[in-house]
């Protein structure tokens, strides 16, 4: 009988928790926990690939150049 109870209670906080975050989150309320996210500043610093205009055209004309 205590494992049954174990198992509901478990099982209530679990389901609380995720109401609770996802109500924060819907709602934009600010949690004071610091969740592992991207910081989107670090995203905005990625410099984009550069292109090498060989290797391009034979990929266009699907030819192995390498």
Not at 18 to 44: C, G, H, Q, R, S
């Amino acid at each position: 009988m205590n494992y049954e109870m174990f198992g509901i209670v478990a099982t209530l906080l679990v389901l609380g928790s995720v109401m609770v975050i996802t109500t924060a989150e819907i709602l934009e309320f600010d949690l004071p926990v610091n969740f592992p996210i991207i910081d989107e500043k670090k995203i905005e610093q990625i410099a984009p690939a550069e292109s090498n205009p060989y290797f391009d055209w034979c990929y266009k004309m699907k030819i192995d150049c390498s």
